[in-house]
Structure formats: C-alpha cells, structure tokens
C-alpha cells in the first residue's frame, strides 16, 4: 500500500478517535469490526493474514445487518443516545448550549469522512497489503436496504447527498425532538426484561380489520388511544372478560394501526411490575407515545406488584407523564383475590378494619379509569366472526357447511370464542390448500 492510502487510513483512525459525543456510533460490531479493519491495514508492512481476517470480520457483520456502509454509519447517528440527542428531545434547537451544538457539529464532520470510506476503498487497500492479484469481494447492495421507517430513509438520503454534514446539525436536532433514539426509535415494539429494555424485531401482525364483534369496546378503546397520540389525558384501561374474546390481539392491533404516529407497545410481565415506577420515569419526556400492556393480570395478597401498579395508576407526588398509559388484560373482574376467609368475621385475631381492607382489594380494578368488558360470545356473533375471518382468508365454502363445521369445531375445542373461530379459520384454510379437502370437516 502506498503511502498516500497509509496517510489517508491513518487519518480516519484519527477522525475516529477525536469524536466528542457520538462515540457510540462505533462501538457496535460493524463500527468495531471497521476500526479494526483499520488497525490492521494502517503500515506498509502489515500482517496479510491479520489484514484478511479483519476484512472477512468487517465484510461479515455488514452482511448480517444487510446494510451498505454508508447507510448503515448514517442511520446509527439517527438512533444514537448521548448527550445532544437526549437533550434535543426536550428542547428546542435554539436552547441546546452552543458547545453541545457545536460538538455534534465537530462530530458530524469527522463522522462524514468516515462514511466516504466506502468498502471498494478498503477491499482495494486489503489487496495491496495482502500482495493479492485481485481484490475481495466487495459487499454492497445495488439498491437501498429499506431497513428503518421511512423518515429515517428521507435523512439518510438528505445526508448523503449533502456536502457538509455539520450544516445538517438543527435538521437533525429536529429530528430527534419529532423521533427519539435509541430503541424507541428503532423498534415499536418492546418488552422490559431484566432491568432494562428489549426490542422485538417480529411484533404480532394481527390488523383491527381482523377482530370481529365487541364493535363498542374496540370504538371506545380507539378513542382512548387517540387521545395519547393527541397529547391529551388518556385513561388506563383494564379489558376484562372471558378467555379467548381478543382482549389482548385488540391490545396488539394498536400497534399496526399507531406504530407510524410514533405508538410504542411495552409489555411488561406481572413479575416485572415492581419495576413499574422505575419504567415510567424512564418513558418521561421522550417523543414516542407508550401502551405499557400488561397481560392476564391478577395479584395475590401482600403483592409487590399489586402496590407498585397502584402507584402508577393512582400516582404520586411525582406527575404523571401524559405519554404513558396501562393496558392490561384480565379474566378477573376483582383482580385481587379474595378468600372467604378474607370477609370480615368475629374472632380473637380480627382485623380492626378488616371490611376496608376487603373494599380496597374489590376496588382495585376500578382505579382503572377504563373497564371495558367482553362477555362470552353467543352463537351468532361467533358466526359473525366466523364469516368475517373466511372472507379475509378468502375461503369460498357455501354458509350452511361453513357455519355447520364452525360449530361442530366448537363443540370440539374450547367452545365459541374469537380465539377458537381463529383456530377454525386458520385450519380450514391450510387443510384447503394442501388438500382440497371440502368435505372432510376439519371438526372431526
């Protein structure tokens, strides 16, 4: 390698280390894969083998995250965390400190010759330290990856066709105000776990033009949700009712029908919710808009859980934000269970205030300010939904055979329910497609 391309190399390794803020970007497997690649091909004299495996390294980690180089540097500065792009979240660009502002500006700069590196440039390099007669392949796409939304594909665009990225720095101080970081702007779905948040790259893809019947309690829980996304008040809502009536799939539609208005679904496990308070401070004062789902909630006495959600729902000296709001799902009306030996009853350990412990455990599911039940479906609302889910899969099967098999399927699994029309549909369409079997009923 000559000595024009060490000069050059070795500038990028500088470039890469006088980053002030935005460090993060390259601490990633293809960032560090990257810098590696660097190390290894900086002298004229370098290791061939050493120079190769970092090249297969860097080549490796590209191709798993199916990104070009370019695209891939451009959209982790979108999703980076560090001081400026927290701060520009909760305030406007005129009201970040010039010496934050200044060092994205630095940052952005250094950051932009990096991304002019491309792969034919290294792979080029690697071939002449490694004295091979052709180069390595190169790993590029013809045609952008499309991973990330939308507005993340406009900037990187923007960015790559700009001669100055420091001149970009309000645009995308705004647009961490409008989108996050993080992994609030790359996922929206996520889950709490172990202290600390997941994201779900594969969400339920379960559409509200797929849930049939309960038309009052979606209607209600539509204009809720609408009220979040608005920035107004939103009530916590608690779905009660018996099991496999789409309490939790209408919970989950939300999100493909919110998730391009900046919704974010977290679901949060009972045996998480002591973290619950912890998990709302953290939500405070970012952009995204958050349904904490809590699935199949009930509590026992002297729960932790039971007192930490009683806080959220509740609140405390501290306001609660109006980004935030709790969906949870039950089959109990009373979430707390209650014994009979909990009522009150003359005896010589008798609770003092035994009738008013009782009321707060009966109570506690009217601290939601939402309840919206869903009772048990009768026949011909299961056939309601029945014909609906066939006419979305497209099943053509005459209404007095489609309705006889629904039935039968019933009797047979777990009774009527939009949980067991879902099953029936989904296996009658797989038995018609593999084997065209109209006569044998998927019921037997």
């Not at 990257?34 to 090249?55: G, M, P, T, V």
């Not at 619950?276 to 808009?289: A, D, F, M, S, Y």
């Not at 009853?345 to 300010?369: C, I, N, P, Y």
């Not at 055979?401 to 989904?426: K, V």
Request: hydrophobic share 40%; aromatic share 10%; with cysteine.
């Amino acid at each position: 390698m000559d000595s024009q391309a060490i000069a050059k190399v070795q500038f990028l390794q500088r470039q890469a280390a006088s980053l002030l803020l935005f460090q993060s970007v390259l601490q990633t497997d293809v960032g560090v894969a990257f810098l590696e690649l660097l190390q290894a091909i900086r002298y004229a004299e370098a290791d061939a083998k050493n120079c190769l495996q970092a090249y297969g390294n860097y080549f490796r980690c590209l191709a798993a995250k199916n990104q070009n180089w370019e695209e891939y540097l451009i959209t982790q500065i979108l999703r980076d965390e560090n001081p400026f792009t927290k701060l520009a979240q909760q305030q406007p660009f005129h009201r970040l400190p010039p010496a934050l502002v200044a060092a994205a500006k630095h940052d952005l700069q250094l950051l932009q010759h990096l991304h002019d590196c491309s792969s034919a440039y290294l792979s080029e390099w690697v071939q002449s330290v490694a004295h091979l007669p052709v180069s390595p392949v190169v790993w590029y796409l013809q045609q952008p990856s499309k991973e990330g939304t939308t507005h993340e594909l406009d900037l990187i665009e923007k960015l790559q066709n700009l001669e100055n990225w420091g001149d970009a720095v309000q645009e995308l101080a705004a647009y961490y105000r409008q989108f996050g970081t993080g992994l609030f702007a790359e996922y929206k779905a996520l889950r709490w776990q172990g202290g600390k948040f997941v994201g779900i790259p594969h969400f339920d893809a379960v559409k509200l033009s797929e849930l049939a019947g309960y038309e009052s309690q979606k209607a209600t829980l539509l204009k809720n949700t609408e009220f979040l996304l608005s920035g107004q008040m939103a009530l916590h809502v608690l779905l009660y009712g018996s099991r496999g009536s789409g309490k939790s799939s209408l919970v989950k539609a939300l999100l493909n029908e919110y998730g391009d208005r900046n919704l974010r679904l977290l679901e949060v496990a009972k045996s998480q919710l002591q973290d619950l308070p912890t998990i709302v401070e953290q939500l405070r004062g970012v952009p995204q808009k958050f349904i904490i789902f809590v699935d199949d909630l009930s509590f026992e006495e002297d729960d932790d859980a039971f007192k930490a959600l009683k806080v959220v729902l509740e609140g405390n000296l501290t306001a609660r934000p109006q980004n935030v709001v709790v969906y949870a799902t039950s089959n109990r009306r009373h979430l707390v269970r209650e014994f009979f030996t909990d009522r009150p009853a003359r005896g010589e350990q008798e609770e003092v205030h035994a009738w008013d412990t009782m009321q707060e455990k009966l109570s506690f599911s009217d601290r939601f300010g939402l309840t919206l039940t869903f009772e048990p479906v009768d026949q011909k609302t299961y056939l309601t939904i029945i014909h609906h889910l066939a006419n979305l899969a497209g099943i053509n099967l005459p209404q007095e055979d489609l309705e006889h098999q629904a039935l039968q399927w019933a009797i047979r699994h777990n009774g009527r329910s939009g949980r067991t029309a879902r099953q029936f549909i989904d296996f009658l369409k797989a038995d018609l497609m593999l084997f065209g079997s109209q006569n044998n009923s998927p019921a037997t």
